[in-house]
Structures are given as C-alpha cells and as structure tokens.
C-alpha cells in the first residue's frame, strides 16, 4: 500500500500544533521573547496560558462539543430500512502483554460496543473499517476479532485500506455498493460523527447516524469543579479540537474543489 505524502504531513502538523502541544509552545516562545521585547513576549506566553486552560477546564470544552456533536441518539425506527452496519475505527494497540495481541483503543472499543448491541438488536451485517501503515496489522482486522471474542458478532465485511476518514468512506462504499447496500448505519464517536457524515454523504449512500460516546451534556446545574481545569477534559477537548480541526480542512477542501 502507498502511503501519501499528506499523511505524514497531517499527522506531523497534528502533532504539533493540536492540544496540548501548541500551549506549551507559545509559552516557551513567549518567555524567549521577553528577553528581546518584553510587551510582545509576555502576551504570547499568556495566550498560551489562555488556550491551554480553554482546552482544559470542562466547562468550555463541553461547549465546544456540543457544538461539534450535531447529531442526536439513534432512534428505532429509524433503522426499518437500514441493510447493513459500518463501525469506523478509532485507533488501535499494536500490543496488549495481558492478551498477546493488538488491541482496539478504548476509543475503538466504545464503538465496537454499540456497533455490537446494535447488530444483535437488528440481525443487519456488519462492516468494521480500518487500515494501518506497513507492516502493522489493520485495525479492521483487529476490530472483527474483538466483535467476534468479546461481543459475539461475526463481521460480515473487513475493509482494511483507509488511513483516514475520507478513506474509511470511499472504500467502505465500495464494498457495500458491490454487495447491494446502499442504506447504512453509520457508528462512529459522537465528536467524530458530523466529519464522517461529511465524508460518507460524497459517496452516495443513504445514511443513518448512530453516535456513541457523547462528550457533551447539558446539566441543569454546574457543579462548582468544572470551572477548574482537569486531565479528562483535557483529553476530550483534544479529541474535540482534532475534530475541528479537520471539519476546517473539508470546508477548504471543498471550497477549492480539491
């Protein structure tokens, strides 16, 4: 498999300047540029102060995934017309000591746990999508033996190629328009849903959304800690700013008709 060049760029890019990398660097940057201009160093280094506790503290990050977890819990009878079940993948283990084998992620494993009751609910086939860079096992294939060991669902197709979204969708599509299905549950993390929406609408097939693992809520009252920063919302408001990000980067996608 050929591995593109704007998979390594994306990826490096991600890892630099996505949460929490980017808040320490503006720090840093700031506080080496008090020593040449203290005004403009002092007010880069407090940026990243701000942003970093922006995309920490629970309160504002369940702002941001609220806005960015649009679609609504699967209802029953939305899936009378449903033929088949897509589970995206969302990172794996390439190894467990415990199990002697790779993993999916706990992101992974949440989807697998719906897509799951989901299919013993409905009968309907599963499809798990999921690729892997050379010499790696594809998160796919990890992903069917997890249904099959853990949950009892047998998979039904394994698509295995994409590295990215926009993958998991061009070649998921192919498979089911091959097989006759063209209307699709689509299970993937409620923070990753509108993305994936985005990419698997291109590709024609009739669409019905099961998001799972919502970040956001709406309590009738705050409780007075969500107010302070905390390692879990910034683990959350990471995955919420990829996601944004990468919402931004299909807008510019299609606005240049690339």
Request: aromatic share 10%; glycine share 8%; hydrophobic share 45%.
């Amino acid at each position: 498999m050929n591995i593109p060049w704007g998979f390594f760029i994306k990826n490096l890019l991600e890892a630099v300047f996505l949460s929490p990398v980017v808040h320490f660097l503006m720090i840093i940057c700031g506080l080496l540029l008090i020593a040449r201009t203290y005004r403009r160093g002092l007010v880069v280094a407090w940026c990243g102060v701000v942003i970093g506790l922006f995309f920490s503290t629970p309160v504002t990050v369940n702002w941001l995934a609220n806005r960015l977890e649009c679609y609504p819990s699967l209802q029953t009878d939305q899936l009378k017309n449903a033929q088949a079940i897509v589970i995206l993948g969302g990172g794996a283990r390439s190894w467990a000591q415990e199990y002697g084998s790779a993993l999916p992620s706990r992101n992974t494993l949440e989807r697998l746990r719906y897509g799951a009751r989901l299919a013993r609910q409905t009968s309907l086939p599963v499809l798990v999508s999921g690729g892997a860079l050379p010499g790696r096992e594809p998160e796919a294939k990890i992903m069917a033996e997890s249904l099959k060991t853990d949950f009892s669902v047998t998979v039904q197709w394994i698509e295995n190629q994409s590295l990215n979204t926009a993958d998991n969708a061009r070649y998921s599509a192919k498979i089911l328009k091959d097989a006759g299905v063209k209307n699709v549950v689509l299970v993937t993390t409620a923070a990753h849903m509108r993305r994936a929406m985005n990419e698997f609408r291109r590709t024609g097939l009739t669409l019905i959304p099961a998001p799972t693992a919502f970040f956001s809520d709406e309590p009738a009252k705050r409780e007075f800690y969500e107010y302070f920063p905390s390692i879990s919302a910034g683990s959350i408001g990471s995955i919420v700013v990829h996601e944004w990000v990468g919402i931004l980067a299909q807008d510019i996608k299609d606005n240049l008709g690339l």
